[in-house]
């Protein structure tokens, strides 16, 4: 064996007469552990909540969007969906009219009105799935029915069969002066997403219905939604969209319709993950102060071991070996156990509850009522790989003390 390698595997493993740096050996492997643990625990939850958002906010809207380049409308709406369906990439496309309103029940909300196909809505969103009443096929044209989120139902005090007035921003001159358009639509549906931007603000209407409303141009449409068959390629099936399209059309994917949303996530993650590697950093210092001390407490052995001849990088072999030994410990228990909670984490916080006898997260107050981990094996690697660099960062200026050690002072006392 390498004789520094085979001295300081001796170092670590020893009972040192000195028990107190074994302790601080201990608590520096103890911290390095709980610190990986720690970090690869928070980023798997993060993972796991940022996707749950990305799922519920991408169910019920488009991967992407067309629109008019010039105008508000789109009259041709039936061709950009013949030329985009030609994709293999794209799974469906369903025209949309969109607007802000007033919905009057037993009290009043804003609310944001979209107009839809109910026929090509369901190849787009989840929403069909996401009925808690009725179905999407109730909206037909010239009906005036309305689909309602939960929330918003409940907020203005309805339900199936009862009416809602709606208000829109559209005016008219009537001889009492100006007024805004208003209708009686019937509630024949409620859905139920778990999102409160859509729950509690959105309502649906047929497009036709829609149309008449806000004096559209009949056949006319706003955009149209696009579905893809792998969101997270969503920009760049876009992109290769376009030419096909041509130049009449603006294309936008879901990466810039919310783009605020996840570039808060982004940054979220990333402060986080910052913040929690600072509990590896600190267990990293223990280990430099362990080693200074073991360098002080082995300094006569240290001056021997240079007598017989052996060179300074020999010397400061030894005790990177033991420093690493520890820091390599430590990052392979917090590794395993990170795994292991991470895995099991919505199990762990259902125990946790029974014990005590609470709910973290209550479905009065949260949507997203259970906490489930996503994995990435590249944060996991660079969680390791930034512990274990650390480790060895910290054991090169007690090794480079140790390889100056004068013999002659080390030796004068004893």
Do not use: C
């Not at 001159?173 to 409160?196: Q, S």
């Not at 068959?229 to 376009?242: C, E, F, K, N, S």
């Amino acid at each position: 064996m390498n004789l520094p390698l085979f001295i300081g595997l001796r170092y670590t493993k020893a009972k040192r007469k000195n028990h107190f740096i074994s302790f601080i050996s201990l608590i520096s492997m103890a911290g390095i552990a709980l610190g990986v643990m720690t970090v690869i625990v928070v980023i798997s939850v993060m993972n796991g909540f940022n996707k749950e958002f990305q799922e519920r906010i991408l169910s019920t809207v488009s991967h992407a969007t067309i629109s008019a380049f010039k105008g508000d409308h789109l009259n041709d709406w039936q061709n950009a969906i013949d030329v985009v369906t030609q994709s293999p990439r794209v799974k469906g496309a369903a025209p949309y009219i969109q607007t802000e309103g007033m919905l009057q029940g037993s009290r009043t909300e804003g609310a944001l009105i979209q107009g839809v196909l109910p026929e090509f809505e369901q190849n787009v969103t989840e929403f069909q799935g996401s009925m808690k009443y009725g179905s999407m096929n109730d909206l037909q044209s010239g009906e005036f029915n309305i689909i309602l989120g939960t929330d918003l139902a409940a907020h203005l005090g309805v339900g199936p069969g009862e009416t809602v007035t709606l208000y829109v921003p559209e005016f008219r001159t009537t001889a009492v002066g100006v007024t805004p358009r208003l209708k009686r639509f019937t509630v024949t549906g409620i859905f139920e997403v778990g999102m409160y931007e859509y729950d509690f603000k959105l309502a649906l209407i047929h497009l036709e219905d829609a149309r008449k409303l806000l004096r559209i141009p009949k056949g006319a449409a706003e955009g149209v939604r696009i579905k893809v068959d792998d969101l997270m390629q969503a920009p760049q099936i876009v992109r290769h969209l376009a030419p096909d399209l041509g130049g009449f059309y603006r294309l936008r994917d879901w990466t810039q319709e919310h783009v605020n949303f996840f570039k808060a996530t982004r940054t979220e993650r990333m402060v986080m993950f910052i913040i929690l590697s600072m509990i590896v950093a600190v267990a990293a210092f223990n280990i430099l102060s362990t080693l200074v001390m073991l360098v002080t407490e082995k300094q006569s052995d240290v001056a021997i071991l240079r007598t017989l001849g052996m060179s300074s990088g020999q010397v400061m072999g030894i005790f990177m070996v033991s420093g690493t030994l520890i820091g390599l410990i430590g990052t392979a228990i917090g590794t395993i156990l990170g795994l292991i909670t991470a895995v099991n984490i919505n199990s762990i916080i259902q125990t946790l509850e029974g014990w005590f006898n609470t709910e973290f997260l209550s479905k009065d107050v949260y949507y997203i009522t259970e906490i489930s981990a996503d994995l990435h094996t590249t944060d996991v690697v660079t969680i390791v790989g930034i512990a274990f660099g650390l480790s060895i960062l910290a054991t090169i200026y007690p090794a480079w003390r140790a390889a100056r050690v004068e013999p002659a002072e080390a030796l004068r006392y004893e």
